[in-house]
DNA sequence: ACTGTTTACGGAGACCGTAAGTATC
DNA sequence: GATACTTACGGTCTCCGTAAACAGT
């Protein structure tokens, strides 16, 4: 075994390549995967995380099976902001110069669509030659898309407290404009016995099954008043509501959406909560260097906004 | 010259020590200070930042002067974080199994005192052990000094909106706590002619001259109504209060502090503001991975908070 | 026995320092 | 002409790959 805790060492490289390492190694709980995916031989990446460990004087992953120790998966939470941020530096730089002939934009599935819709439909009307593409994305990798420069802004959605800003990434990094507000609701079958209540407490409903969307609904996840109770909940993974709302329909559970998401559709009612101490929430998010052109589609964009 | 803008290469190194390179030249504003301060020699210095130009295909600092560029700027800004996300990582981690028997709060010198004061007094009752000390700092360095692990716990103070928390650091980098919102008054020479205001809009002051204390007002700078106006403004670069009272006192300019900080001095009258859209309000900085002891303290403090 | 991680070792190359070159004040 | 940055070049040491040892399943 080795001196943990001994840190001899003090300042020594840690450089970026091994915190790459360490969080591929965390995400695919393997070496050797983590190799493959960043093109290193599995002897590399081992000697990438021991140096992390010599220098911290801390494990960081357990081996056999792979796993972060509480110090790795502190750090790898770390790093992953790092890593963000370093690509939302090369991405900002790296349009400082261009003028793309197309703006990109990424929309989540339940983000207020109709707000993009007439924003184009607008900044059609004046600029009739600029190309804009449109990308629905999962609301858990809309950062991420931002961040890497895969789009040029993204319509996010999430659930937060009335008035305050999804926590999407870290302050400063991309730049966030509120666009939208809405009631949240939940979903329940049609012959659910809440069927009838006129408002509903999300601690009435703290022990009844939920469905999970993460990749439809941003933050209900955490927000949402489910811990951790295995079987108990369904988790859908696909984008598509009207699968969603089948789901809940067919009385697999309820769900946590915005209100105009569920709005008169057969065998589900939607219950709208009793204090609104969240709702949801769509906001778009930029990098916060812009070319005039992005910058014009998003200054539409904001003009649509409902919000301030 | 070179092929900027031609960015062929596309992801290449890019380490930790570049972007430190390049932090350390646009603070010093020029390479030979910047390699001294790393210990470095110049000419590695220069390479470094030549490597980074290269791989960003922008100039990132002007040579002679040395000057940052708009693009070096930007990345200069996601560096400071990055390497304070780092200090983070290094003090959360190095902190993990060790107990210190010594908790270190740094104060802002307008932070709350009152409320320090009372914890620790609790905290010696029932804990005459532990030993604390507490050391006076700048709010500018406070982040930085919880980051660097230089003490576990800082009180800062600053200004922002009525109920909203200070954007001192990237969200989640360290646990922050609100303990006290004080109003803001406007601290004026006795002879002024706005003295017998009963209120006072920061509008009426935007031409009028101020001086400016960042080393004791935290946030005040950006928020007050100064525009870049050179000559009308003077900088007083002390922590020293009744310092800073004495130049209001003396004619020199307006300020603006928290109004407990300047009740009942001669020859300063203060005055509230009109709209209170900005208080002084303090908060409590600390890692978020802290020891049993230090959250202890920390948990006294939070106690004696005001607020929440 | 086999899969997967660590350790050993050697080579290619990155990185820094010395020193010469060059531009700006 | 002096100061300050850049470029050239060579040495060193880092870092990765190959391969062997090793440890769980």
Redesign the pocket.
């Given at each position: 075994m080795m001196f943990w805790h001994l840190s001899i060492s003090d300042t020594y490289?840690m450089?970026i390549?091994d915190l790459r390492a360490l969080l591929a190694v965390v995400r695919c709980g393997?070496?050797?995967a983590a190799a493959k995916e960043l093109?290193?031989?599995?002897?590399?990446i081992?000697?990438?995380?021991?140096?992390l460990e010599l220098e911290f004087g801390h494990q960081l992953v357990q081996?056999?099976?792979?796993r972060p120790t509480p110090a790795g998966q502190r750090l790898a939470e770390h790093a992953a902001r790092i890593l963000l941020r370093l690509d939302v530096a090369r991405s900002e730089l790296s349009q400082l110069g261009h003028e793309p002939a197309e703006v990109r934009v990424a929309v989540c599935p339940l983000a207020a669509p109709q707000l993009l819709a007439a924003a184009l439909r607008e900044v059609r009307s004046t600029n009739p030659l600029l190309r804009v593409t449109i990308r629905s994305v999962d609301p858990r990798s809309a950062v991420a898309e931002v961040a890497s420069g895969a789009v040029d802004a993204a319509l996010v959605d999430g659930i937060a407290g009335p008035d305050e800003p999804l926590h999407l990434a870290d302050a400063g990094l991309l730049s966030s404009t509120a666009m939208a507000e809405a009631p949240l609701v939940v979903a329940l079958p049609a012959d659910h016995p809440l069927q009838n209540r006129e408002r509903i407490d999300l601690d009435v409903l703290a022990d009844a099954p939920w469905i999970v969307a993460p990749a439809l609904a941003g933050g209900a996840d955490e927000r949402a008043p489910t811990g951790p109770r295995p079987g108990l909940q369904v988790v859908y993974d696909g984008k598509d509501l009207p699968t969603l709302l089948a789901l809940v329909a067919a009385g697999l559970g309820a769900a946590l959406l915005p209100a105009p998401s569920c709005a008169r559709v057969d065998g589900v009612t939607a219950i709208p909560l009793c204090s609104p101490r969240l709702v949801h929430r769509t906001e778009l998010l930029a990098l916060r260097t812009t070319t005039p052109r992005q910058q014009r589609v998003i200054e539409v964009l904001r003009a649509k906004a409902s919000l301030r």
């Amino acid at each position: 075994m080795m001196f943990w805790h001994l840190s001899i060492s003090d300042t020594y490289p840690m450089e970026i390549r091994d915190l790459r390492a360490l969080l591929a190694v965390v995400r695919c709980g393997s070496f050797t995967a983590a190799a493959k995916e960043l093109g290193y031989t599995q002897s590399a990446i081992s000697q990438q995380v021991a140096a992390l460990e010599l220098e911290f004087g801390h494990q960081l992953v357990q081996r056999r099976p792979v796993r972060p120790t509480p110090a790795g998966q502190r750090l790898a939470e770390h790093a992953a902001r790092i890593l963000l941020r370093l690509d939302v530096a090369r991405s900002e730089l790296s349009q400082l110069g261009h003028e793309p002939a197309e703006v990109r934009v990424a929309v989540c599935p339940l983000a207020a669509p109709q707000l993009l819709a007439a924003a184009l439909r607008e900044v059609r009307s004046t600029n009739p030659l600029l190309r804009v593409t449109i990308r629905s994305v999962d609301p858990r990798s809309a950062v991420a898309e931002v961040a890497s420069g895969a789009v040029d802004a993204a319509l996010v959605d999430g659930i937060a407290g009335p008035d305050e800003p999804l926590h999407l990434a870290d302050a400063g990094l991309l730049s966030s404009t509120a666009m939208a507000e809405a009631p949240l609701v939940v979903a329940l079958p049609a012959d659910h016995p809440l069927q009838n209540r006129e408002r509903i407490d999300l601690d009435v409903l703290a022990d009844a099954p939920w469905i999970v969307a993460p990749a439809l609904a941003g933050g209900a996840d955490e927000r949402a008043p489910t811990g951790p109770r295995p079987g108990l909940q369904v988790v859908y993974d696909g984008k598509d509501l009207p699968t969603l709302l089948a789901l809940v329909a067919a009385g697999l559970g309820a769900a946590l959406l915005p209100a105009p998401s569920c709005a008169r559709v057969d065998g589900v009612t939607a219950i709208p909560l009793c204090s609104p101490r969240l709702v949801h929430r769509t906001e778009l998010l930029a990098l916060r260097t812009t070319t005039p052109r992005q910058q014009r589609v998003i200054e539409v964009l904001r003009a649509k906004a409902s919000l301030r």
